[in-house]
């Protein structure tokens, strides 16, 4: 049941472009949002200048903390992603039992159109981007939406019914969902990251699984056969499961033979490409192309305009990006490994002996496996950021003592680049965040471009 907001009062909480996308929507639906910024270092007028123009004069802004006289007034609250539903704020509007809803929930209720929804612990941006490459090449209207960067909120009235949505949707997004319903979706992956906010792992993988909180068996829900998680979840998931597996070869589902992806599905087996015509690089890529071609196949894509899209796709930037050949040094940008389990991926596709940039904010992770993936790749491991020191001693527990510290990002590039050989790689996958030093993975990865781009040949 759509909940009705005309001529009510709906609380945002954040000015990120969740928060303003989601001030746009609420106000053209005839409500009346409320914008609370709780960085009380940041003024009126710097937020009114984030706003659409016509938000500027109507949207009423709060800095700091909201009083309860105006709390009282509030009929909904639109939390941006960035905000725990365990912050003191958020608390005192579940005590007042004033209903909390994520962005992709405010916005689905207000959509047209089939959503394709994609989660994961890893490869959500890549696999959402093939995807939506490969809607937009068969399907007229088609919107890319989510955590990809683009508000699925601000989007959301100018959605048809014969829409395709692809959202890129990641667990903070999935706390408060209601209506939600994902005719397509797929959970690529689940391993430890963000438990300094979900705080266990069950909560964790719960919020993942809530991407088919409203599924049946008429729609599917594409599942990873090799993680724990997903294939356990694949028992008792609403949805219709199709399996993808690197690993293992499947009676259903797409499975990798040698370099063949093969699909077997409704009693029919048949080679659907060699992964030599990608030009994504690493085993993690592999998974990413099974699941789009599994999404695609659910949303009535033929193969043949699948493959065809596959085979042109590049990476997206910051995920295993090649940069740049200087002097004989391959550089790979891998900003987006933010997460241990990412890292590894990034390593596994390196095939030539590697200098890695690693560390930053903690996210509570822990580093053991990653470590243990550096095998002969890693020749030097160069640590920066929050958690160096934490880093160096579970590299010291593993037996790795090639590291070394330093103090700024420009202080690693330059050294990177005056420790590496002709033949060598210099990758960016710092199984961290970048909080501690950028105001994000994608900052941090430009500067790391950037560095790359202005070294002489």
């Known amino acids: 049941m759509k909940r009705e907001i005309k001529g009510k009062r709906v609380l945002v909480i954040g000015s990120g472009m969740s928060g303003v996308g989601s001030v746009r929507l609420i106000n053209e639906v005839g409500a009346h949002a409320v914008l609370l910024e709780e960085n009380d270092k940041a003024t009126e007028e710097e937020i009114r200048e984030k706003l659409h123009e016509q938000d500027r004069k109507s949207t009423r802004i709060i800095i700091g903390k909201i009083p309860d006289e105006i709390l009282d007034t509030i009929s909904l609250v639109v939390p941006s992603p960035g905000v725990p539903l365990d912050a003191p704020t958020v608390l005192r509007i579940k005590e007042k039992n004033i209903p909390i809803w994520s962005e992709i929930e405010l916005a689905y209720n207000f959509s047209k159109g089939c959503m394709v929804a994609i989660t994961g612990t890893n490869g959500k941006t890549t696999t959402t981007t093939l995807v939506g490459e490969i809607m937009k090449a068969y399907y007229s209207s088609v919107y890319v939406v989510g955590n990809i960067g683009v508000s699925f909120a601000e989007n959301a009235l100018m959605m048809k019914d014969d829409t395709v949505i692809v959202g890129e949707i990641s667990s903070f997004q999935l706390e408060a969902v209601e209506n939600f319903h994902a005719h397509v979706s797929a959970i690529l992956n689940i391993t430890p990251d963000h438990l300094n906010r979900h ?12 991407i ?205 680049t005056a420790s590496a050989s002709e033949g060598d790689a210099v990758l960016l996958s710092p199984a961290c965040a970048s909080w501690d030093m950028f105001k994000s993975y994608e900052v941090r990865g430009k500067k790391f471009k950037e560095y790359v781009n202005r070294l002489s040949d």
């Open 212 to 416: 088919t909180v409203n599924c049946t068996d008429a729609d599917t829900c594409v599942l990873n056969y090799d993680n724990e998680y997903t294939r356990d979840f694949g028992k008792r998931c609403p949805a219709g499961v199709i399996f993808f597996s690197t690993k293992e070869k499947l009676e259903e589902g797409l499975y990798l033979e040698g370099d063949e992806i093969v699909m077997a599905l409704g009693g029919r087996t048949v080679k659907v490409m060699n992964i030599h015509e990608m030009n994504l690089v690493g085993i993690c890529n592999v998974e990413n192309v099974m699941a789009a071609i599994a999404i695609s196949l659910s949303m009535g894509v033929p193969l043949s305009t699948i493959l065809n899209v596959i085979r042109d796709f590049k990476a997206v930037e910051h995920r295993i990006e090649y940069v740049a050949t200087k002097r004989g040094v391959d550089y790979f940008n891998d900003s987006k490994g933010t997460n241990p389990d990412a890292a590894i991926q990034g390593i596994r596709a390196m095939s030539k002996p590697t200098i890695l940039i690693g560390g930053g904010y903690d996210k509570g992770s822990g580093f053991d496996e990653w470590i243990e993936a550096f095998g002969d790749t890693v020749k030097l491991l160069v640590l920066i950021g929050q958690t160096k020191e934490k880093i160096a001693e579970c590299a010291r527990k593993h037996g790795f003592e090639n590291f070394v510290f330093k103090d700024s990002f420009e202080e690693a590039l330059e050294f990177c």
């Open 199 to 210: 705080h266990t792992m069950e909560c964790y993988v719960q919020m993942k699984e809530n």
